[in-house]
Each structure stands twice: as structure tokens, then as C-alpha cells.
């Protein structure tokens, strides 16, 4: 279809939406920068004080090494059990399969609120309430179908041939998956433990259910100051969030467009 | 093991391993959480009657179902418009729009939210800047009411609305848009007849996405909604963690997941599950 007046007009909103939905975010930074003791907008004068104080604070620092701890965990089981689970998947792949994949992506999209219920029921008897193991267990429980989705994806580029030829040459199944098929599908693996490490480190809802003292995870920290509406602290924690996702936003860019082109020439030869 | 592995494919030794957390840890607990539902406090449906009897609780679903209407219509609406366009327009733009785009999606919600609460308050720079200009001499509630509420979960579900449609689109034969261009269709024509038509799995898709997702939105309902807004995700947590009442709770849990249940199985109908999410989790 040629552009016409209506398809111009759709694509300005679209702009304008797309912008919508990023800028606010960035009302963090000013108010970051208050000199004030409370939330409002700076005038004329900026200070880091906030800043400051969110590096010195032991509070804010033991939740940021917290949730550091529980993400790495976190990510590292998910995407050990999500790519294991994923493989095993491909392999088998008949009905019974796909039932359990179905059922496997469950977590991702049963609301977290049954999902913090379920926890909080369980959690109470096995004594794992408000304890590293008790978030990182749930944590990897709802991360796990992200590292599926994105192995399951990569896999379905893998030339199952390839497998046949490396067993038919005499590898080993433990062979064959170390050197002939995790390394195809590096990607979908980096990528899936990015995204269980960012669900997990931003995870809110269950983790207001399982935790209360001795594991306050950052955004537990945030949700506080978020309620409490006065300490400017919690602009500053939002800013520096979003440079880290920033951050992993370009990295996570370097790295697909990398494996584009490391895939692109192969394409070329067929 | 000879005779077990040639029943068993060997793949599900290493699926096990997930499946068996999964089923333990989660399956279980809501298993036991529907269980409740019938027998906390006492055997039989007095939960669900529940529904029939309390003015309150009709209210809260009522809300809650009102508010992930609205709140649907606007994000695929909208979503439809950014959709159409990122496929409408070259490669470099439409480059740049998906950062934007997937950028929104990795924010982290709880910054989102404090941002809309810096924005939208009493004193916030809507408002502020409203007054400054002289359009407004009353501050503009947008906050502790439903606008609110809205405002945070549209901006928020934006994005999910996009991925399917987008996913849609991508895969549609342009060729079908030419050939009734050239057989005198006008583009509105073409747009109303054939695109929209075309685009209808992944429009369903989208829709169902983004009500799932909202109807147990919890994180903006209870920030902007400053407790005068009660959803039905807030109540549960209401009910456990303060008044410790588990057979309410689950009870709305159990038609939550109902209702979550029948509109994914409706999605399947339309659109490959894997698809969706695969998109939505990039």
C-alpha cells in the first residue's frame, strides 16, 4: 500500500506513543537531583546528596548486594533446568512433549499474585519464608519458561543432522551436547539467563509475599520508599535501574546483532 | 534400563529435573490453594456464595473487570496504531521504534510507577505545569481514582499489546493488499476488508495477552490507585497478609484462574501459545 495521508498521520502518533511510553521514566533523574530532603522537582540548585546517600546507605547497599545474589542464582539455576528442560523437549518432541511445554510456560502467564499465594502456602510448612533459598527457588520457578522460550528458539534453527553426524562419528550423548549443540545455540542461552536475571532482579509481587526482614531485595526497598512517597533516596535507586538497563539493553543488542552476523554467512553458503 | 529407555525416550531424563520442581513447587500449592477454596473455612461453596451475598466483593470484580476492559481497548488500540506503522515504514525506522519499544518494556515497573506517581500527584509536574500556564487553577485528580490506575496500566501494557500484532503483520502476504489495490479497492477499503480481517489472530492474541496480564495487575492499581481503587490481586493480598483469610482469597483466586485458564485455550485456538510469549519475551 502507498502511504497515504492516514498511514503519515498513524505513523507521527506511533512516534508520539513510542515516546510516551519511554519519557516518563526519565522524571527520575530531576528529581533525583533535589537538594531537598523530600520528593519534588529541583529549582535552579542540583546536589547528588541522594546519590550519596543511596552508596553510603547500608540499607540500600545490603539490598543491592541482595538482589544481586538472588538474580545471579537465580539466573544461573534457571537457565541450567530451562536449557536441559529445553533439549530434552526438542529431543522427545511428540504430543506428550508439547503438553509439557504448555504446561512448563504456565508460570509465565498465571498472575503473580496466584503465583506469590502459592509460594507464601508452600513456603510456610518447608520453613523457606522470607530465605535466600525460598526467593531463589520461586525466582527460577518463574524464570525457568523464559530460558525455555528462548532455547526452544534457537533450537529450532539447529540442524538436527548435525547430532546424527556427531553420534554417527562416535561422540558420546554427553560429547555430542557439549560440543555440538550447546554451541549452536549460545544465543538462545545467553539471552535466557539475561531475561531470568532481569525478571528476577525486578521482581516485586511474590517477593513482598516471601520475604520480610533478614531478605529485602531492592525492589522491596523501592515498593517501601515507593508507599512512604518522601525519601528522594528512591529516585536516585530509580536512576541508577535505569542505567542498568540501559546497560543490558546494549549489551544484549551487541550480542544478538553479533550472532546475526556470525549466523549470516552460513545462510549464504546453502 | 534397556527396557524402560526403549518406552521412554531418554529425553525426559532431562526434562525431569524442571518438571518435577515445577510440579512440586508450584503445581502443588495451587492444587492446594483450589482445595481451599472449598474447605477453608468450612466444607462446601460458602466461599463462592460469597459472590452472591457481598456487596463489597461484587464490587471489587466488578472493578477489576471494568478497569482490564478499558484498559484493553486502549493498549491494543494503541498498540495497533505503533504496530501498523513499524511495518509500514523502512528498516531503520522501524529499527529505531523497536528500541524504543523493547527499552519501555525493560524499565523496570517500579520505577514506571514511581514515575507516574512524580507526574500525576497533587503536586506533580502535570499538574504543576498545567497551573503554570494558566490552564488549569485546580490541581486535576489523577491519582487515587481510576484515571490513575488506567494511566499506569496502559502505559505498562502497551508494549505486550505490540509483540503479537507485530508477530502478525510481519507474516502477512503483501501481495493480498496489492492485488486488491489493483482490483479498485480504495486503501481504507482494503484496510477495513482484507488487512484488518487478516490481522484478526494476532489481534486476539493481543487482546487476551493484555487482559490476562492486567487482571492480576498488582504493583499500579495499589500505588496509583492510593487505596481507593480495590482490584481483586490487592484484595487477595489484603486477605492474606492482614486478615489471614485464605478461603476468600482462594476463592478469587480460583476464578482468576478460571478465567486466565479459558482465555488462553481460546488464544490457542488462534495463535500458536509458543509464538506469543517468544515474542513477549523479547
Known sequence: MTPGLFAKFNRVGAWVLLLFLVTPALIAIPVSLTPKRFLSMPKGELSLRHFEKLFTSEEWLSSFFQSGVIAVSTSLLA?????????????VSSKYSELVRAFLLLPLIIPQIISAMAFYRLWIPLGLLDSYAGLILAHTILAAPMVLITVSASLATFDPRLEQASKNLGASNWTTMRRVILPSIK??????????????????????????????????????????????????????????????FVIFSIMSRRSAKSEAPEGGNK | ????????????????????????LYLGPILN??????????????????????????????????????????????????????????????????????????????????????????????????????????????????????????????????????????????????????????????FWR?????????????????????????VTPAVLGGGKVLMVAEYISVQLLVTLKWGTAAMLAAIMLA????????????????TVFGGAAR
Open chain 1, 79 to 91: 537457565t541450567f533446568l530451562g536449557t536441559l528442560c529445553a533439549i530434552g523437549l526438542w529431543r
Open chain 1, 187 to 248: 544465543p538462545g542461552v545467553f539471552a535466557g539467563a539475561l531475561f531470568a536475571f532481569i525478571l528476577s532482579w525486578d521482581e516485586i509481587v511474590v517477593t513482598l509475599f516471601i520475604s520480610k526482614y533478614s531478605v529485602y531485595t531492592l525492589p522491596r526497598r523501592m515498593w517501601n520508599g515507593i508507599r512512604e512517597n518522601t525519601d528522594p533516596t528512591v529516585a536516585a535507586a530509580a536512576v541508577v535501574l535505569i542505567a542498568i538497563t540501559l546497560i543490558a
Open chain 2, 1 to 24: 534400563m534397556h527396557t524402560l529407555s526403549r518406552h521412554i525416550h531418554p529425553g525426559w531424563l532431562i526434562i525431569a529435573p524442571l518438571l518435577v520442581l515445577v510440579v512440586a
Open chain 2, 33 to 190: 490453594i483450589l482445595w481451599l477454596s472449598v474447605t477453608d473455612p468450612e466444607p462446601g461453596f460458602g466461599n463462592y456464595a460469597k459472590l452472591g451475598e457481598s456487596d463489597a466483593l461484587i464490587r471489587i470484580v466488578w472493578t477489576t473487570v471494568r478497569i482490564c476492559i478499558i484498559t484493553t481497548v486502549f493498549s491494543v488500540t494503541l498498540g495497533y496504531s505503533i504496530a501498523y506503522a513499524m511495518v509500514h515504514c523502512h528498516q531503520r525506522q522501524k529499527n529505531y521504534m523497536l528500541t524504543l519499544l523493547l527499552v519501555s518494556f525493560w524499565i523496570s515497573i517500579l520505577v514506571r510507577t514511581f514515575s507516574w506517581l512524580m507526574l500525576l500527584g497533587r503536586k506533580g509536574l502535570v499538574n504543576g505545569t498545567l497551573e503554570n500556564i494558566g490552564l488549569i487553577a485546580e490541581p486535576i485528580a489523577f491519582m487515587r481514582n481510576e484515571l490513575g490506575v488506567l494511566i499506569g496500566m496502559v502505559h505498562y501494557m502497551i508494549p505486550y499489546a505490540v509483540l503479537p500484532l507485530l508477530v502478525s503483520m510481519q507474516s502477512l502476504d503483501t501481495r493480498v493488499m496489492d492485488a486488491s489495490r489493483n482490483l479498485g479497492a480504495s486503501g481504507t477499503q482494503t
Open chain 2, 194 to 218: 482484507i488487512y484488518l480481517p487478516l490481522t484478526l489472530p494476532g489481534l486476539v492474541a493481543s487482546t487476551l495477552l493484555v487482559f490476562i496480564l492486567s487482571l492480576g495487575f498488582y
Open chain 2, 259 to 274: 478465567g486466565v485458564l479459558a482465555m488462553l485455550w481460546v488464544m490457542s485456538r488462534f495463535m500458536k501459545l509458543s
